[in-house]
């Protein structure tokens, strides 16, 4: 079905349309109900902790009521037990965490800040105001923060003083076509294989864990569909959203300038703009128009490169 289409858009619909049909008759969505005497609490907790604390909570309850020397040295002396297996646990949990994404900066700030229980704000944001008026629905809220991050962009371009540098000219003999070479399934399934497993959901409620979980059943669809794409140029529709996250940063939460968006793309998209941008990179290093002061987003080069380099000229 997916191959009989005319074109990208109604190839996608006809894959989308399986895909969620599929996705919704295996993977309904449950609810559950958290139960902190059997649900982990927080990720060091293990089993025997929360059999510790079912004791602990016991014997709490015996001394309340039967409030006697001997069970209030039974609980103190329980409690103080299990406080120390508790702080040994987690810190053992940070210690292996660390170790594990010792190279990994974004991680490690994240579990910096879950070692110091900074909690993340609340997303529900109650009103907003704009122009001096006030919102109170949430779709006009919404309206108004994507009235704003949309904005915001041009407005910061408009503050950017203009260059005096020459514009870059490029060889006549050199050009780029995505077109020019089709599309392979090998090019496909490695850059699948390049994006992290995140739990993270799209819009349409899929993670890239759970699409690279089932690329084998689906990565015949996906290579006709990015096929079609690259030699028309085109991109289906559904690719094109995002789901937006409001982040509060600071300051006073009603108004929109103190928040920053997450965008979570669509997972499909991301294995698509991979393949191109292998494609795009490739293209840039082995034809080496890339500046040699350009350190972000290359392989093999990060923030550390500038910095020596700066160190070097002051030296």
Request: proline share 6%; charged share 20%; aromatic share 14%.
């Amino acid at each position: 079905m997916v191959r009989d289409a005319d074109n990208v858009q109604e190839s996608f619909n006809q894959f989308s349309d399986i895909f969620n049909n599929f996705y919704n008759l295996h993977y309904p969505l449950k609810t559950f109900k958290f139960n902190k005497n059997i649900d982990k609490i927080e990720p060091w907790f293990t089993n025997g902790l929360l059999i510790s604390r079912k004791t602990k909570f016991k014997l709490s309850s015996i001394y309340s009521r039967t409030p006697t020397v001997a069970n209030k040295l039974k609980f103190n002396a329980y409690r103080n037990l299990y406080n120390r297996l508790l702080c040994t646990a987690k810190k053992s949990y940070f210690d292996l965490e660390f170790g594990k994404n010792i190279s990994n900066l974004k991680k490690t700030w994240e579990l910096i800040r879950q070692a110091m229980n900074a909690k993340q704000t609340d997303c529900n944001i109650p009103f907003i105001f704009s122009n001096g008026i006030k919102h109170t629905k949430p779709c006009d809220i919404a309206s108004e923060l994507n009235a704003f991050f949309i904005s915001a962009p041009s407005k910061i371009a408009q503050n950017i003083p203009a260059t005096h540098e020459p514009d870059i000219k490029f060889y006549n003999n050199i050009s780029f076509n995505l077109s020019a070479s089709p599309v392979t399934m090998t090019e496909i399934s490695d850059a699948t294989k390049q994006l992290l497993p995140k739990k993270s959901e799209d819009m349409y409620g899929y993670s890239m864990k759970f699409i690279k979980r089932f690329y084998s059943s689906i990565a015949t669809p996906l290579y006709y569909i990015f096929s079609k794409s690259f030699e028309t140029g085109e991109i289906p529709s559904q690719l094109k959203i995002a789901k937006v996250v409001p982040i509060f940063k600071s300051g006073d939460p009603s108004l929109p300038n103190n928040y920053r968006p997450i965008s979570l793309l669509p997972n499909i998209s991301k294995i698509l703009e991979k393949v191109m941008c292998n494609r795009l990179t490739f293209f840039l290093e082995s034809n080496n128009l890339l500046a040699n002061s350009q350190y972000g987003f290359r392989k093999e080069h990060s923030t550390v490169h500038p910095l020596v380099h700066f160190l070097n000229n002051l030296t």
